[in-house]
Nanobody, 123 residues
């Protein structure tokens, strides 16, 4: 992989939905395990979900069914569907990748990062 680019963020009202996308350039996308993280200014970056290169998923405890991670290897794209958005979901959202199998919800495990996209949820 060379570059990860997030898109799909924006400003929405509480209760709405967004689908974030992360498109990768480079080759062999299907060999990478991927993750979504988010960060609020002044706080640590936290993991939301991972999807390994077999398609297995893992979610952070706080997700509670509102987030769904998926991937389309034919399009070199990772997705994060977020439903019933809440003001506390306001953050910068990042995608990340590591070659091979991983389901780690730890940012230090990932070698490639996107630049992030902002999600702002108003009440």
């Amino acid at each position: 992989l060379v570059q990860l680019v997030e898109s799909g963020g924006g400003s929405v009202q509480a209760g709405g939905s967004l689908r974030l996308s992360c498109t990768a350039s480079g080759s062999d996308f299907r060999s990478y395990s991927l993750g979504w993280f988010r960060q609020v200014p002044g706080q640590e970056r936290v993991a939301i979900a991972t999807i390994d290169h077999y398609g297995g998923t893992r979610y952070a405890d706080f997700v509670n069914g509102r987030f769904t991670i998926s991937r389309d290897n034919a399009k070199n794209t990772l997705y994060l569907q977020i439903n019933n958005l809440k003001p506390e979901d306001t953050a910068m959202y990042y995608c990340a990748a590591v070659r091979g199998w991983s389901n780690a919800l730890v940012q230090g495990n990932y070698h490639y990062w996107g630049q992030g996209c902002q999600v702002t949820v108003s009440s």
